[in-house]
């Protein structure tokens, strides 16, 4: 049997990948279709919509004209100094890099351990991991100074006959988040393509009909373009399923293969991966409650869902917060004298506040997600969801300037203090993030149609009668 062009999915043995699950509500096809399509087909979105896309893309200009300052005056209108070389810009970098990781997570490694309910937020949360990635790459570009000569970071042919030293771990950088960035958008877009074929069968003018029906590719949801579907996703979930893990290991050796004190560690790659998908879950959190709320769609993306997102950063919190307390008892049990300042000075010194209050954030914060009440309630949930990452670019601040400025030398000592500019920019960042989400919600569906449709109890007429429900109230 054959599915149809508006991405309902052939109920036959090889589409097999989900069951129902985690769907509120007497939903079927048609209903699903026309929740996740009207939020796209509306005339106009909601008040609060132009609300949020006014601001964030104020926020947006304010960063393109910082960008322009900085390229016309030089990076010395950010607060890096000798001995703080790095500053907000690589802080800010790695913040994003993470914030990019639930995506992929969500939609790569929980799809291939049949985690049934990632199908109502995998669309958003990919989004998310492709406009985080936009706002991380910014920084590389402009921190080189020259932004003109940034191709340089690439290994192309030039007139100089210069090549990047492929041992350092910035050039790593280049290719691992380049790669990831790729297989995250082609990932994004496999998946979109059974959706826009829906839009482009239900667009009631010419020229949405033309552009969804060009990135359609011609879906028509024949049983054999069905099948080549799922082998092509099957493949990218597992081509996208080490990038999780490889790429913010290989951020982390930015750190790790130096010799500054409170750098050199060896617990640094699965310590960045686990905080990378904190960071990244809390955002996806942060973003979906209020477009649930504010689209209509909270039959699909239910309080399930959340709590189960809530689940993982309860998991993955724990585990940063036993990487701080191996990192202290390394630098006790190593006997490296400056391991151990570092480590106090974090503590102690000048930035402690900085420190204690990412030890709140990340560690105190999420154990709140032990009680359900917590769990299942939308106001805590974002709440901690905000201190998280509050949380997790203080664990960047407090690993980059704070190991910078306490170096192995008091005479090379100093002490950062961001500018205008540095703060400017960040905040102009979140505009470009907010900003790009605001429009995908707007002209794409933020819920995978064909995917939800495959948990209906519709999608399964054989299954054993009460099978549906009993797994509903397990899942």
Not at 161 to 186: E, Q
């Amino acid at each position: 049997m054959a599915g149809d062009a508006h991405g309902n999915a052939p109920a036959t043995a090889s589409r097999s990948w989900f069951r129902p699950s985690l769907v509120e509500g007497d939903q079927d096809f048609a209903s699903v279709t026309r929740r996740v399509a009207g939020v796209v087909e509306r005339p106009k979105p909601p008040r609060a919509w132009y609300i949020a896309i006014t601001i964030s893309g104020t926020l947006t200009l304010v960063l393109f004209s910082l960008v322009a300052y900085l390229i016309a005056t030089g990076v010395g209108v950010w607060g890096n100094n000798a001995p703080a070389f790095w500053g907000w810009d690589i802080v800010n970098f790695v913040f994003w890099v993470g914030i990019a990781h639930a995506g992929t997570l969500i939609s790569a490694i929980l799809f291939l351990l049949r985690q049934h309910w990632r199908t109502s937020i995998n669309r958003a949360a990919e989004a998310m991991t492709l406009f985080a990635v936009c706002c991380a790459g910014l920084y590389p570009a402009i921190h080189v100074g020259r932004i003109w000569l940034a191709y340089w970071l690439f290994p192309v042919p030039n007139q100089m006959s210069m090549w990047p030293n492929f041992r350092s771990p910035l050039l790593w950088d280049v290719f691992a988040v380049s790669t990831y960035a790729t297989v995250s958008a082609l990932f994004w877009y496999m998946g979109l393509v059974p959706d826009l074929a829906t839009l482009r069968d239900r667009a009631v003018t010419p020229l949405k009909r033309f552009l969804y029906g060009f990135f359609a590719l011609g879906w028509r949801g024949s049983s054999r373009h069905w099948h080549r579907f799922e082998r092509a996703y099957l493949i990218l979930a597992a081509l996208a399923t080490p990038l999780v893990l490889s790429v913010h290991s290989v951020v982390s050796f930015d750190f790790a293969v130096s010799l500054v004190p409170g750098w050199h560690t060896t617990i640094f790659p699965p310590y960045f991966v686990a905080g990378a998908i904190f960071s990244g879950f809390a955002m996806v959190v942060t973003i979906m409650v209020p477009a649930r709320q504010l689209f209509g769609l909270k039959e699909l993306v239910t309080v399930r869902h959340l709590e189960n997102m809530n689940k993982v950063i309860l998991a993955t919190g724990s585990l940063v917060g036993l990487a701080y307390l191996t990192e202290f008892f390394i630098a006790w049990y190593g006997g490296n004298a400056y391991e151990r300042f570092a480590f106090l000075n974090r503590a102690l010194g000048p930035y402690s506040w900085a420190y204690w209050l990412m030890v709140f954030c990340n560690v105190v914060a999420p154990q709140f997600f032990w009680f359900k009440r917590v769990r299942t309630g939308l106001l805590p949930m974002v709440a901690v969801a905000i201190l998280v990452n509050v949380g997790m670019w203080l664990e960047r601040f407090v690993i980059v300037v704070i190991s910078l400025t306490r170096d192995y030398l008091p005479t090379s000592w100093g002490h950062f203090t961001p500018t205008l500019v540095d703060v400017f920019t960040f905040a102009g960042t979140f505009g470009l993030f907010f900003t790009l989400f605001l429009l995908f919600c707007r002209f794409l569906p933020m819920v995978a149609i064909a995917e939800v449709k495959t948990v209906l109890p519709a999608a399964h007429p054989h299954a054993p009668q009460g099978a549906a429900g009993k797994e509903h109230a397990h899942a």
